[in-house]
Structures are given as structure tokens and as C-alpha cells.
């Protein structure tokens, strides 16, 4: 795999925290030293990671454009994880809360709900290998850290990991306009994975067929569905709401 960058003080500081041994070198803009950004820059110099100074533009061409925050790391890739770790981090949780993610292929999506999950407290994000947004800069950016620090696990075949973790007793919720209960009428507060549907088709058959349960998200207005990364923030913190009331 060759290596990547990452831009943005959060996700250089989150790979930082997680991982220093991945950094290769640093780009910094010239003259900025501001609070925000010095820790991040004494950080950096602490682990002995190469830092080079650079002019907006060029920094904004390394970027494409893309808002850098005054930095911009080149890091080698992150661990992919599968469907070995994944067990691991099941067994290793005492009440795992999981995101399925079935097709998300836009990476401002996918950074935004791994940012949901961060929140929530999500033990991992799966999704199948051939339908999803890659793990890019702008996931990064987007995710604002998350994407460094909540293991995403991408499956050879969905349903099948479905089927394998439902038997290590975690309960699959659907999210789907056709159900006929909401997620405040639904039980949540166990063992729980949440999926949520592609941008605009929703879940693949197969992945329908393998929950254990069908919920929607109730729409007083006049717009028939949600942004999936909305939509999956409003799932996930209804589980935590109950979770924490129980």
C-alpha cells in the first residue's frame, strides 16, 4: 500500500496520539504559530518527524484545495482490519455498540458517521470492501480524528458477518423506510449493531434479510429521508439515551 496523507490539526493530532510511528514527514504553513497549531508542531519535533515549512499556495496545491488547517502530514497507511479483529473487538467489549455501514460509497459521509461513532462510543464501523468509500484525506478531514481512533473493518461479505456476529449475540437493527416500528418504540440498549443504508437505495436485499429488525426514523415534513450520516447520529445516541437510562 503506498502511503497517504492526512490534513487537518485534529487528524494529525489523533494519529499522533494513536500512532506516531506512522508519520513520514510534516508540511507546515509558513509563519503560522498559533496556539492551536504549536502543541501539534512540539509534538512532532518531540518524536523527531521531519517538518517543512511551505507557502500557502503550495500547501493548498499538496491539499487539493481542501481545508488544511495550516498542516498536512504524509503517513503510512493504518492497519486494515477484518473480520479476525473484529471478533476480537466484540469479545473484548462488555456491551458493544456497532455501526454497519451497507454501501456508503461518498467519503464526506463515511468520515462524518465515523465521526457519529466516535461520539456514541461505537467499539468498531464495518463495511463490505466493495462498496465503500476508502479510508482517503477527506474521510479524515471530515471525521476530525475519529477516523484514527474507532477501528473500521471492512468485510469480504457483509451478510455473512452479519450472521457471525448476531451468533456471538449482538442484536442487528435495520434502518428502512417500510418498517412498521420507530427507533423510539425499538429496544436498544443491548449487545447492538446498527445498519444503515446506502446514500439513496438503502440497504442490499441480503443485508435486509439478515436483521433481526426493521426500524425507521419517523419524518413529520415533507422530505421522505435523511442524510446517512444525520440519520445514523439520531440512531446511535437513541441507543445511547437508553443504554444510559436503563
Known amino acids: 500500500m503506498s502511503n497517504e496523507f492526512i490534513y487537518g490539526i485534529h487528524a494529525v493530532k489523533a494519529v499522533l496520539d494513536k500512532d506516531p510511528a506512522r508519520f513520514i514527514e510534516a508540511f507546515v504553513l509558513k509563519g503560522r504559530q498559533d496556539d492551536r497549531l504549536m502543541p501539534v508542531l512540539n509534538e512532532l519535533n518531540q518524536f523527531g518527524i521531519s517538518i517543512q515549512q511551505m507557502g500557502r499556495k503550495a500547501l493548498d496545491d499538496k491539499a487539493k484545495g481542501a481545508n488544511h488547517q495550516?498542516?498536512?502530514?504524509?503517513?503510512?497507511?493504518?492497519?486494515?482490519?477484518?473480520?479476525?479483529d473484529l471478533e476480537q473487538i466484540i469479545a473484548q467489549s462488555n456491551q458493544p455498540l456497532l455501526l454497519i455501514l451497507d454501501g456508503v460509497t461518498d467519503p464526506h459521509n463515511l468520515g462524518a458517521c465515523l465521526r457519529n461513532a466516535d461520539a456514541a462510543g461505537v467499539a468498531a464501523v464495518i463495511v463490505p470492501k466493495d462498496k465503500s468509500a476508502p479510508l482517503t484525506a477527506t474521510v479524515s478531514k471530515v471525521a476530525c480524528g475519529?477516523?484514527?481512533?474507532v477501528p473500521l473493518v471492512r468485510v469480504t461479505n457483509l451478510a455473512r458477518t452479519m450472521?457471525?456476529?448476531?451468533?456471538?449475540?449482538?442484536?442487528?437493527?435495520?434502518?428502512?423506510?417500510?418498517?412498521?416500528?420507530?427507533?423510539?418504540?425499538?429496544?436498544l440498549d443491548?449487545?447492538?449493531?446498527?445498519?444503515?443504508?446506502?446514500?439513496?437505495?438503502?440497504m442490499r436485499r441480503l443485508t435486509r434479510e439478515t436483521c433481526d429488525d426493521l426500524i425507521k426514523i419517523p419524518m413529520a415534513g415533507s422530505v421522505s429521508s435523511l442524510n446517512v450520516s444525520v440519520a445514523s447520529g439520531i440512531c446511535l445516541f437513541e441507543a445511547v439515551r437508553q443504554r444510559l437510562s436503563r
Open 70 to 84: 495550516g498542516i498536512i502530514a504524509r503517513v503510512k497507511p493504518a492497519k486494515a482490519l477484518n473480520e479476525h
Open 163 to 187: 450472521r457471525a456476529i448476531q451468533e456471538q449475540g449482538i442484536w442487528i437493527v435495520g434502518t428502512a423506510g417500510e418498517a412498521t416500528h420507530d427507533i423510539y418504540q425499538a429496544k
Open 146 to 149: 475519529a477516523a484514527e481512533t
Open 190 to 202: 443491548g449487545p447492538l449493531a446498527i445498519v444503515m443504508g446506502a446514500e439513496g437505495d438503502g
